[in-house]
């Protein structure tokens, strides 16, 4: 007996052991976040985390909310973030976040802790089939079996391989699966460490080849080529897209997410509105097409990029991790390093790129004039004065399905515009709110508005400051996510956000679909409208946070100041909840839509180019 306790302390030691090396080199790694679900079978390494000098610790009661928040911890900061769950369906509440961060390219490293071998498939609890649990939706997948001590000289590999893959392999950053499984008893101290490397740093180091040279496009990104850049989100730099549209003389058609949606000659914000004026859409069809990170939401964007390809334009990618982001397989020629204008010496804008220039003004004012004329709120008036007004250092995490298009057809370009962030890797309105308040996180851990760390058993310090990180989402998001508002009694992370809750009582997209006019009103309601229980500002109030209502335009703003004041007093998310129609939101873009047709139809007759 006395020699089974011996052999059982060594083994938790030793599972100690590993786990506290695991937390120690992704720390040399650059890991700062980790996000960890409660549960017993991951005992081991949660101790070792939280022991763990230089990682930040959040604690979330429901996995599907704690997945997403660690998406919107990696998604501000750009590092890889630790998420640990105990075994069983909690590790399969995290699918829905690793499938979007896979798609979005989001470097998160999932740890599922599991039972033994000798526990699975005899009935025990909490004992499910781990391995590959995630599919093909992670970069790399390990299942290193029960600690041991053979094993030792292996164990710092194993933690910055997983940081490697996560953020620097050849398909772009995104998520590793570490499958960990522990025996009992699992409340052992850690031993001796193995011994880093000699150097102090990471284990294992990832140098990414220099840009490849591209002069072999300059023939096909020709100056005199009628030519638009199409910008999206990418986790790599836009800084090259103004170079490139000075370059060649070109328009960029810029998404927010693209961060290059920045007021000047070049850029298109009313891409989505000018391309619905068929007459418009037919006169400026390019000769090529250079697309630059995600595609654009809107629909009608993709279909006139589409039949410029069918019409011959020549469409190429900047492509850097092999990402393949072409539904309409327009896509001619494939850059996977280096810039596309290598060489190409900057030219003045020519009668294409002013003709773009025209038409933006005139789309954006008669935007302006639709919206101006209404004194009641509306979708297209709240994204386009959130986006006008927050400052420029802010960040807005936008929802699917309206709310990210709100931002992308009705956001003017402006000098300085905030950065926008979106869920769009699968497009889901799984977990916005929780993302949004893990991107507060990361920003507020950034700026140093920690506060006494929750270990040390103080109280998190008022945050103070200015709010910067703002969400704009639907009402059947907030209430999809409820569970992102339950947060620990002590130890919080402090998560000053805004969200703005476009509430128009059910799913607004799907008034815009043609299920909207061809099915009776009830069964459009009971299966697509879905309006739900209980309303968005209850159950806000009902967590014990701050909510404001608004449903005229001229209130906004002033609300919106209110509860980034609250927000950033209190440390701890506000809402702002602006009341819609769904209806009258279908009515009132197509008043856009006329509104932008008959400025265009205004203009004077183009020049030649």
């Known amino acids: ?276 004026h068929e007459g418009f859409a037919a006169e400026m069809l390019p000769d090529v097409v250079l697309r630059c990170g995600d595609p654009w939401a809107s629909k009608v964007l993709g279909a006139w990029l589409s039949r410029s390809a069918g019409e011959g334009a020549v469409h190429v990618a900047l492509d850097p991790d092999w990402a393949w982001k072409d539904a309409g397989r327009d896509v001619a020629v494939r850059v996977t390093g280096g810039s596309a204008a290598s060489g190409t010496a900057p030219r003045d804008a020519g009668g294409w790129a002013k003709r773009w220039a025209e038409a933006e003004a005139v789309a954006q004012e008669a935007i302006d004039g639709v919206l101006e004329a209404r004194a009641a709120a509306s979708e297209p008036s709240i994204a386009r004065a959130l986006f006008a007004a927050v400052p420029g250092d802010a960040t807005i995490v936008a929802s699917s399905s309206m709310p990210v298009r709100d931002l992308e057809w009705f956001g003017r370009p402006r000098p300085k515009p905030p950065r926008v962030l979106a869920n769009r890797g699968a497009n889901g309105i799984d977990g916005v709110v929780s993302t949004t308040l893990g991107v507060a996180a990361a920003l507020a851990a950034d700026r140093g508005e920690v506060g006494v760390a929750a270990r040390a058993g103080g109280a998190v310090a008022e945050a103070g400051g200015v709010c910067r990180v703002f969400g704009l989402v639907g009402d059947l998001a907030v209430l999809h996510d409820a569970s992102a508002l339950v947060r620990p009694v002590s130890g919080a992370p402090l998560m000053p956000a805004v969200i703005v809750v476009l509430d128009n009582a059910g799913g607004g997209i799907f008034n815009f679909l043609p299920q909207a006019t061809d099915l009776d009103e009830a069964e459009f309601e009971q299966l697509f409208g879905t309006p739900q229980l209980p309303h968005v500002t209850d159950l806000v109030r009902g967590c014990g946070l701050f909510v404001a209502e608004v449903t005229e335009s001229a209130r906004f703003l002033p609300v919106l100041g209110a509860a980034g004041d609250e927000a950033s007093s209190t440390g701890g998310p506000a809402f702002v909840v602006v009341h819609t129609d769904r209806k009258e939101n279908v009515a009132l873009h197509a008043e856009i839509e006329r509104a932008v047709g008959r400025a265009l139809s205004a203009l004077p007759a183009a020049e030649s180019w």
């Open 1 to 276: 007996m006395v020699e089974w306790a011996q052999m059982t302390n060594v083994a938790a030691e030793t599972a100690a052991t590993f786990c506290a090396t695991l937390a120690d080199e992704w720390q040399r790694s650059g890991v700062r976040e980790a996000v960890i679900c409660p549960g017993s079978r991951s005992t081991p390494l949660a101790l070792a985390l939280v022991r763990q000098a230089g990682i930040r610790v959040s604690v979330r009661l429901d996995e599907r909310a704690a997945g997403f928040f660690g998406v919107g911890l990696a998604l501000a900061s750009g590092r890889p973030v630790v998420l640990l769950t105990t075994s069983g369906t909690a590790a399969a509440e995290l699918h829905a976040a690793v499938v979007e961060a896979h798609h979005a390219g989001v470097p998160l490293i999932v740890c599922t802790a599991d039972r033994p071998p000798e526990l699975h498939d005899v009935g025990a609890p909490q004992a499910i089939d781990q391995l590959h649990l995630y599919g093909r939706a992670v970069r790399w997948f390990a299942a290193p079996g029960v600690p041991d001590e053979a094993g030792r000289t292996t164990w710092r590999s194993l933690a910055s391989r997983a940081v490697a893959e996560a953020q620097h392999g050849p398909l772009g950053p995104g998520p590793v699966h570490l499958n960990l499984a522990f025996r009992e008893p699992l409340n052992g101290e850690a031993g001796p460490l193995p011994p880093p490397r000699a150097s102090g740093g990471t284990w294992h180091a990832v140098h990414r080849r220099p840009d490849a040279d591209s002069a072999d496009l300059r023939d096909v990104l020709r100056p005199s080529a009628r030519g638009v850049i199409v910008a999206g989100y990418s986790s790599r730099s836009s800084d090259h897209v103004a170079a490139l549209a000075a370059a060649l003389g070109w328009p960029v058609l810029a998404d927010p997410r693209s961060g290059c949606r920045i007021a000047g000659p070049y850029v298109v914000g009313a891409a989505d509105a000018l391309l619905r």
